[in-house]
Antibody, heavy 122, light 107 residues
């Protein structure tokens, strides 16, 4: 059974950094692309970033480009999101999601984690 | 970026009704359109992909159609457990944009 478990969220001051992790089980991470999606409580879904199976293709939303870095360690079955220069508007529940394909487009997100909450506030 | 616009933003219907949610893309995305459902307090879950293909385990009362820029999610014979927010998402290009969501309430 596929499981995705996010961690690393918490309360952080504006301008500081945080690293989110997503540990996958039930499948081999290196067969699929992975993504981060966030959701401000009570609001809609926003795609944040995605990484192809071999890290050869990476994409970011304009709202986080230059501040966030996605990475993966297939040997550890783990996905990461390094978040720098955090802003109050980055406050959200961050989900990791498994893609059905190996690249960043054409397929769909077939499994989601339960999310980790990031709160950016002084 | 491709903009995804859903309508209506919310709707209310009774058990047994049929409802339809529309999703419009700002440019053609062929059939690279997915639908997700998010129940209160839960993570989103995949309902349909490639505009009309039902994800394994999803009841057949869910149906999708469309191509190009206009897509429809139809739910036949509404059940109480269908109360949720429904999102469309394009998988044609990066960024992988979502619609703003449609909140479905069961009367």
């Amino acid at each position: 059974e596929v499981h995705l478990v996010e961690s690393g969220g918490g309360l952080v001051q504006p301008g500081r950094s945080l690293r989110l992790s997503c540990v996958a089980s039930g499948f081999s991470l290196d067969d699929y692309a992975m993504h981060w999606v966030r959701q401000v409580p009570g609001k809609g879904l926003e795609w944040v970033s995605g990484i192809s199976w071999n890290s050869g293709s990476i994409g970011y939303a304009d709202s986080v480009k230059g501040r966030f870095t996605i990475s993966r360690d297939n040997a550890r079955n783990s996905l990461y999101l390094h978040m720098n220069t955090l802003r109050p508007e980055d406050t959200a529940l961050y989900y990791c999601a498994k893609d059905r394909g190996t690249g960043l487009v054409l397929y769909y997100f077939d499994y989601w984690g339960q999310g980790t909450l990031v709160t950016v506030s002084s | 970026d491709i903009q995804m616009t859903q309508s209506p933003s919310s709707l209310s219907a009774s058990v047994g009704d049929r409802v339809a949610i529309t999703c419009r893309a700002s440019q053609s995305i062929s059939v690279y359109l997915n639908w997700y459902r998010q129940k209160a307090g839960k993570a989103p879950e995949l309902l349909l992909y490639a505009a009309s293909t039902l994800q394994s385990g999803v009841p057949s009362r869910f149906s999708g159609s469309g191509s190009g820029t206009v897509f429809t999610l139809t739910i036949y014979s509404l059940q109480p457990e269908d109360s949720a927010i429904y999102y469309c998402q394009q998988s044609y290009s990066i960024p992988r944009t979502f619609g703003q969501g449609t909140k479905l309430e069961i009367k």
